[in-house]
Structure formats: structure tokens, C-alpha cells
């Protein structure tokens, strides 16, 4: 499985935010559209990634006031990536050596997406669950052997 599989399902919906807007204008839109990140894009390129644990443990440095800080003294400038064509093993490992739980997706410089840890964990259960499913129905249809009873 791979990251297209996850996006196709997901859909396209991306929340952007540029570097130079105030910290609360961000925690404000997260807030409001129910979202942990936001993708921070500058001339039209990646610049970074601001999650709510960069929010928070900004809030914290500067005495539980946000201020006039600016998401670029927020973010995260050095957000993990992968592209569409990245294997969901792959991404799951990278999140979890990073404590990851959102990762852009981009296809050369394009934003093609924002997969989270829990997308991934659901896009697994999901493939367990059918997999589960053919098993036992191939199970079932095993055809009987001679002389051997089946419930």
C-alpha cells in the first residue's frame, strides 16, 4: 500500500498558512476547522510544518502568551516528507523514529497532500480487516476432504 491509496481516500482538502502570519491567526484556523497542522508554504514551497505541539510548546516558552509571534518562530522548518509513490511501512516507521504525526506529501515541489499518523494506522487496520475477511473466506469455501466432517 501507498501513500496515493491513503490520499485518494482522504481526499484533497490542504490548510496552508505562510510564515510571516501571527501564531494566533494559525491557532485560530486549527481551531476552527478542527485540524493538528498546518502546512506552512512561502513562494509557493514547503517552508515547514506547524502542528499543534509546536503551538502549544511555543505558548509555554513565551509565558502561556502568543502575542505577536509569527508561525516561521513556531514551526517546524525540517518537516518530514514523503511522495504518493512512498510505502505506508516506510512512512509508519519514519513518524514513529521522528514522533511524527503529520508528514506533508509532496510530488517534486507540489503539495499533494497532509497524511497523519492516524491515516496511516486506519489505512493498516483497514487492509488487516479485508485481508482477515478473504481469509476466512477462503477458509470456508476449503473445499471437504474424504471422509472428514467440517461444522
Known amino acids: ?23 494566533a491567526k494559525a491557532a ?3 481551531a476552527e476547522k478542527d485540524i493538528g497542522s498546518l502546512v506552512v508554504m512561502a513562494h ?4 515547514g510544518m506547524l502542528t499543534f505541539r509546536e503551538v502549544i510548546a511555543c505558548i509555554v516558552a513565551h509565558g ?9 518562530q513556531a514551526m517546524d522548518d525540517h518537516p518530514l516528507t514523503c511522495t504518493p509513490d512512498t510505502e505506508i ?15 506533508p506529501v509532496m510530488s517534486q515541489k507540489m ?3 497532509v497524511i497523519s499518523l492516524y491515516d496511516v494506522a486506519k489505512a493498516v487496520v483497514d487492509s488487516q480487516n479485508f485481508e ?5 473466506a477462503y477458509i470456508r469455501d476449503w473445499p471437504a476432504e474424504e471422509g472428514v466432517e467440517r461444522d
Open 1 to 23: 500500500m501507498r501513500v496515493s491509496d491513503i490520499l485518494r481516500v482522504k481526499g484533497n482538502t490542504l490548510y496552508t498558512v505562510q510564515p510571516d502570519e501571527p501564531l
Open 28 to 30: 485560530e484556523i486549527m
Open 44 to 47: 509557493g514551497e514547503l517552508a
Open 64 to 72: 502561556g502568551e502568543m502575542g505577536r509571534i509569527l508561525v516561521r
Open 89 to 103: 511501512d516506510d512512512v509508519r516507521r519514519m513518524m514513529l523514529d521522528r514522533h511524527a504525526r503529520y508528514m
Open 111 to 113: 503539495l499533494m497532500g
Open 132 to 136: 482477515n475477511k478473504m481469509l476466512k
